[in-house]
Structure formats: structure tokens, C-alpha cells
């Protein structure tokens, strides 16, 4: 078995983080997959049935959604659409109306896109091929990694926002990753996969579980964390971030909630929607013609000539 207590490097490596011996990067696999083979949820998109569809209509939805909003809808998408062709025969508005109140509608039109081009060029089945998978609309790097590990079993650095923070804490001793995703991040993420496909592609589920579960943005619950005495941001005193403030979204008021008031309209009504029904969701005129110019200039409401307006045909 695995020395658990062999530590890593010790903090301030941001500018090395591609430095992790492979020594390091083993002793952080086992604690972590054992830790996952306990506790992992048991989530409907983890189970063999889910298939490759499943797994990517999840990594679509759990896009800056937590899992209890996910789930009913998540349901709700695969009894409708078991396969991407299913989906790919109705119209973009029917995704955008079952996306429901998830956020980020304009996912529901990635993944209707999505769907059409696996049945096209892939005769409805989800490819395995990474760069295939890659190459469909709406379909990111980190989401072509994800779906190519979790449904796939293949070896590939899955760097999500719970994988990040796990990583920069364990293993470059800092409290929270950069903003955006950097070359360093990916470099870390590559040393710090196990060599073997299977191995690599639990590691990938667990070390984002433990993100989302025990390493968690606020309130990290290190009494649970499998690899504790290994954390190389616990080890130097949890010193506090440096960067610029986190700030948490704010919603209410905002355009954003302006344009969810606006589809929930659209979503309920089978017919056309008219500007007067509309105009009645929101008091402040000028906020609410930019918030509606924005959801037709982003394909997720058509105007028609009789100035109503519909969800995409």
C-alpha cells in the first residue's frame, strides 16, 4: 500500500506547479479513492444505466448549478430524450422550455446543438474519442475530458472549479485557484494523473468529490479530508488568499433575473407570447427591452412580425 504520510512540496509553488514527483502525486491517489469508494453520492449520472448520454446531459446541467437543483430536471430530460437523437428531433425552444429554471438556458441550446451534431456525424451515439467529443458545438475542453473519463473510463485531466481548489490547496499550497483555469493548473493536473486509465478516471470523480464535498470554497471540513496531513496549504497555516476579493453573484435585480422572468413567461405558454404579457414581469422598462434584446440576440427567444415572441423553433 501507498505511504500516506509522505508529504508533497511545500507551499508557495504556484510557479512550479508542474513540478509533483510521481511519488507525491501516488500517495495522494489512494487516501482519496478510498475516501471516494465510501462516501461518494449516490448520483443517477454515476450509475452504469446513465451511459455516455447521461453522463453529458449531466456535465451540461451541473455547469454553476448544484446537484439538488440538477436532479428532478436531469430526470425529467432523459424519461423525455433517452438518446441524443430524441432530443435532435424537436425543437431548440423545447430544450430551452425543459431546462426549466437551472439558469444558464442558453446550455439547453449547447446541448440541443450538441445532440444534433452526435446524431448526424455519429450515428446518435455519444464518440469516445476525445477530439470527436471536443469538436461538438458547445462542448468545451473541461466537458469533452469529463464525458470522455466518467463515461468512457479514459484518462484525461478533468479540472473542474471543486478539482481546482483541491489541487491548488493540496498541492500548491494556496487557498483558492486563479479565476480563470492557467497553463500551470493543467500542468498540475497532467503530473498529478495516475498512470493507468481506470485509475485515472476514478481519480478524476474523486478528487472532484472531495471538492464538493469536505474541500468545500467555505467552511472546508479538514477533520474529514483523506489527505489532511499531506495538504500543503494546512501544513503552512491556511495562510489566507491574496488575490483579488471573492465576491459571491448577486441575482436579484440583476438583468439575469430580469431575462429568467421573461423565459419563465415564454416556457409556460405553448403559444406566442405578446409584448403586454411581457412588459408585466418587470417594472423598469429600459432594463427590461435589454434584457429581452439579449435573449433574442442569444438565439433563446424569436420575435415574430406580430411583435409577439416564442422560444427558438
Sequence with gaps: MTDTTTAPAPA?????????????????????????????????WRRPEAGAWGVMVSEFMLQQTPVNRVLPVYEQWLKRWPRPADLAAEPAGEAVRAWGRLGYPRRALRLHGAAQ????????????DHAQLLALPGIGEYTAAAVASFAYGQRHAVLDTNVRRVFARASTGIQYPPTATTAAERKLARSLLPDDDETAAKWAAASMELGALVCTARNEDCGRCPIAAQCSWRLAGKPAHQGAARRGQTYAGTDRQVRGKL????????????????????????????ALDGLV?????????????????
Aim: no cysteine.
Design 12 to 44: 508557495g509553488r504556484a510557479e512550479r506547479a508542474g513540478d509533483v514527483s510521481s511519488s507525491d502525486a501516488a500517495s495522494l491517489h489512494s487516501p482519496v479513492i478510498a475516501w471516494f469508494d465510501e462516501h461518494a453520492r449516490d448520483l443517477p
Design 117 to 128: 451534431a452526435i446524431t448526424e456525424r455519429h450515428g446518435g451515439d455519444v464518440p469516445k
Design 263 to 290: 423565459l419563465a413567461v415564454l416556457r409556460a405558454s405553448e403559444a406566442p407570447v405578446s409584448q403586454a404579457a411581457l412588459d408585466a414581469v418587470w417594472h423598469e422598462p429600459v432594463q427590461r427591452a435589454r
Design 297 to 313: 440576440a442569444d438565439g433563446l427567444v424569436e420575435p415574430l412580425h406580430d411583435g409577439s415572441y416564442r422560444l427558438p423553433g
